[in-house]
């Protein structure tokens, strides 16, 4: 804000967004459109980053620059892949296969939700996703007897690899995912979002597909909290925000 005060327009790389759309731009971005006295234009270019060879002599501001650039053409919202006709054209055309994995731990509140939500709409109504699975990580109450009265295949992660001494957490259910799961594309989403919608999946999708160069996409969302809850550090992260 303080070099905004000093200049006559502010460019800054953020994310494209739908002209319907009522999503923000980001913390940085919103703030400037807010307060900044001065012009402020957000962009996004498509245009690929010149080839720079890095080494010791290039400046810091020159490598501020590219890391900006990069973040700035790299940073989605789901909003940008609502429409999921497009998704699903290009699934085919890339002739890809999608999973998702569901990591579970005593999640019986929520779990059948995430699951009639995604086979719903993004199995049925729009052929996103090939298949389903739920990864159990031994849980005590009904999680697995719900995926599995919704069609779910389900595995618990411990007696997968039975040769290989189980581990405890998430982690370890993620991994061993992957040996059940078939999808050229594995998505991850958690059991327990009280707020679930589409976007956790095909946000994630969205990028993989239009930019097959791209390898991984990690997500970003803020958890609803209950009264009384407080915030807890690395919890939440699903879906691009």
């Known amino acids: 804000m303080n070099y905004a005060k000093k200049s006559d327009v ?12 009522s999503a ?14 001065c012009a402020v234009i957000a962009v996004k270019s498509g245009r690929p980053l010149p080839h720079i060879k890095f080494d010791e002599t290039l400046s810091f501001d020159a490598i ?8 700035g053409e790299n940073t989605f919202h789901a909003d940008e892949f ?4 497009e998704l699903v054209a290009l699934k085919k055309q890339q002739e890809v296969t999608i999973s998702l994995a569901l990591p579970a731990l005593n999640e019986e509140e929520t779990v059948g939700k995430v699951i009639r939500t995604m086979k719903k709409e993004l199995m049925q109504r729009f052929p996103l996703l090939d298949e389903i699975v739920l990864i159990d990580s031994n849980s005590t109450d009904r ?6 009265k919704e069609g779910v295949p389900v595995y618990i992660h ?11 957490g998430k982690g370890e259910a993620l991994w061993k995912s992957l040996l059940v799961t078939k999808g050229d594309i594995i998505v991850w989403i958690d059991t327990d979002i009280v707020n679930i919608h589409p976007r956790f999946v095909y946000g994630i999708i969205g990028p993989l597909l239009i930019n097959p160069t791209m390898q991984l996409v990690k ?3 803020r958890r609803p909290l209950k009264v009384g809850q407080k915030m807890q550090a690395g919890g939440g992260d699903e879906s691009p925000s």
């Open 10 to 21: 502010v460019i800054l790389g953020t994310t494209i967004q739908p002209i319907t759309s």
């Open 24 to 37: 923000s731009l980001g913390v940085v971005a919103d703030r400037l459109l807010h307060e900044a006295s």
């Open 64 to 71: 501020s620059i590219l890391v900006d650039k990069w973040f």
């Open 82 to 85: 609502s429409n999921l006709r």
């Open 143 to 148: 999680t697995r007897e719900i995926a599995t």
């Open 158 to 168: 411990q007696e997968l690899l039975p040769d290989m001494e189980p581990r405890r």
């Open 219 to 221: 997500g970003f969302y």
